[in-house]
T-cell receptor
Framework: AQSVTQLDSQVPVFEEAPVELRCNYS??????LFWYVQYPNQGLQLLLK??????LVKGINGFEAEFNKSQTSFHLRKPSVHISDTAEYFC???????????FGAGTRLFVKA | EAGVVQSPRYKIIEKKQPVAFWCNPI?????LYWYRQNLGQGPELLIR????????DSQLPKDRFSAERLKGVDSTLKIQPAELGDSAVYLC?????????????FGQGTRLTVV
């Protein structure tokens, strides 16, 4: 069975500073990896995904993530955050043989002026 | 293209009352999911449909929860009777089964408060 651990429940950061949101997963099979963002009172929106190929994945809104198979990690980064990036971020995995998405508990990013 | 549509957005009911949520997936998406998201947690799958067939309902509390997807398009999730612990956001998502790319598109959710 797969599981996802988001190591930080909350990340406060000043505007224009860089940020990294950490995600580790466990799985006995190959997986696909996703990051979703959830703004207040909204559904989840896909930021980026890793299916295969280059381990550095670029997504929307200037976010990127790097798949590290040896460390079973998929950390999300942005070099300079904006106030509008304040939201909840969820890391998720799907095993390559199935269609069940397992979500982490989420990391609340709070960008301060 | 319209996204996943859910209604209602908010619902407040007294415990022991029934409640139903409705979801209309993106046109052409064969797979439909219902998730429950408790406060401060990630979504947890309740049930997954492939067309009109429920292929994974292992996490659905079948004593009080039921779901249907007649004709393989829109879907309804019902709770009867509701309990205080059912307060959560219920998210519907859909995906198009194209190869192994199973990106799910989410609706805005229904926030249920049981009092």
């Amino acid at each position: 069975a797969q599981s996802v651990t988001q190591l930080d429940s909350q990340v406060p950061v000043f505007e224009e500073a860089p940020v990294e949101l950490r995600c580790n997963y466990s799985s006995s099979v190959s997986v696909y990896l996703f990051w979703y963002v959830q703004y207040p009172n909204q559904g989840l929106q896909l930021l980026l995904k890793y299916l295969s190929g280059s381990t550095l994945v670029k997504g929307i809104n200037g976010f990127e993530a790097e798949f590290n198979k040896s460390q079973t990690s998929f950390h999300l980064r942005k070099p300079s955050v904006h106030i509008s990036d304040t939201a909840e971020y969820f890391c998720a995995v799907i095993d390559t043989g199935g269609f069940k998405t397992i979500f982490g508990a989420g990391t609340r990013l709070f960008v301060k002026a | 293209e319209a996204g996943v549509v859910q209604s209602p957005r908010y619902k407040i009911i007294e415990k022991k009352q029934p409640v139903a949520f409705w979801c209309n997936p993106i046109s052409g998406h064969n797979t439909l999911y219902w998730y429950r998201q408790n406060l401060g947690q990630g979504p947890e799958l309740l049930i997954r449909y492939e067309n009109e067939e429920a292929v994974d309902d292992s996490q659905l509390p079948k004593d009080r929860f039921s779901a249907e997807r007649l004709k393989g398009v829109d879907s309804t999730l019902k709770i009867q009777p509701a309990e205080l612990g059912d307060s959560a956001v219920y998210l519907c998502a859909s995906s198009q089964r194209v190869g192994m790319n199973t990106e799910a598109f989410f609706g805005q959710g229904t926030r249920l408060t049981v009092v």
